[in-house]
């Protein structure tokens, strides 16, 4: 079956420190794995994309890893600001537009 | 500027009516989808279109109907089968799957939060 499984759940972090979101997955075949920021009320938007052949990628103060043999990925933020609170989604994309969503982490930072 | 567009933003809907989301994309995008998403949930697809005049049914499609007679346009009717209505609904387009990996990218619209009174 193709899932994705995000965690934790939620967290809540203080101005300025770092954090690691993690995903696993068992979507096959595998096209490429996309992290997005969700806002409250509004709709995801893309922040980093992970091909196959990729093991990390750098957006900003976003970094994201893919480790394509164990099927597992993290977005790692550094010095977090009150804007990165969010839903941090995973999304995985099988070979034909199809998109696998995990239910998210809620990420709150706090001054 | 290029986008997809959703409206209404906010809508309520009396039980046993039936109501409409309207999806607009000028991106140029062949394939359309609609999500739902509830609380603690992830997005659950409930139709898609990967070209027009043909869509296909996601996990979730009963109790909702489209439509897809432009390239641009994809609306969303909720209808009074739709026993839970009440969510926050997502369009989103993407580029039709070529092969290549880094096109597969759905991009979002802002969302139509749905109630129903």
């Known amino acids: 079956k193709n899932q994705v499984e995000q965690s934790p759940q939620s967290l809540i972090i203080l101005e300025g420190k770092n954090c690691t979101l993690q995903?696993?997955?068992?979507?096959?075949?595998?096209?490429?794995l996309r992290w997005y920021k969700q806002d409250t009320g509004r709709g995801p938007v893309s922040l980093t994309i992970?091909?196959?052949?990729?093991n990390t990628k750098s957006n900003g103060r976003y970094t994201a890893t893919l480790d394509a043999d164990t099927k597992q990925s993290s977005l790692h933020i550094t010095a977090s600001q009150l804007s990165d609170s969010a839903s941090y989604i995973c999304?995985?994309?099988?070979?034909?537009?199809?998109?696998?969503f995990g239910t998210g982490t809620s990420l709150t930072v706090i001054p | 500027d290029g986008g997809i567009t959703q409206s209404p933003k906010y809508l309520f809907r009396k039980e046993g009516q039936n109501v409409t989301l309207s999806c607009e994309q000028n991106?140029?995008?062949?394939?359309m989808y609609w999500y739902r998403q509830d609380p603690g949930q992830g997005l659950r697809l409930i139709y898609y279109?990967?070209?027009?005049?043909?869509?296909q049914k996601g996990d979730i499609a009963e109790g909702y109907s489209v439509s897809r007679e432009k390239k641009e346009s994809f609306p969303l009717t909720v209808t009074s089968a739709q026993k839970n209505p009440t969510a926050f609904y997502l369009c989103?387009?993407?580029?039709?799957?070529?092969?290549?990996?880094?096109?597969?990218?759905?991009?979002f619209g802002q969302g139509t939060r749905l109630t129903v009174v």
């Open positions: 989103a387009s993407s580029v039709r799957d070529r092969g290549q990996a880094f096109d597969t990218e759905a991009f």
């Open positions: 992970m091909t196959f052949s990729e």
């Open positions: 999304v995985v994309s099988r070979t034909g537009n199809q998109f696998y």
């Open positions: 995903c696993n997955y068992t979507v096959s075949p595998f096209s490429n």
């Open positions: 991106l140029n995008h062949d394939a």
């Open positions: 279109s990967q070209i027009v005049n043909d869509f």
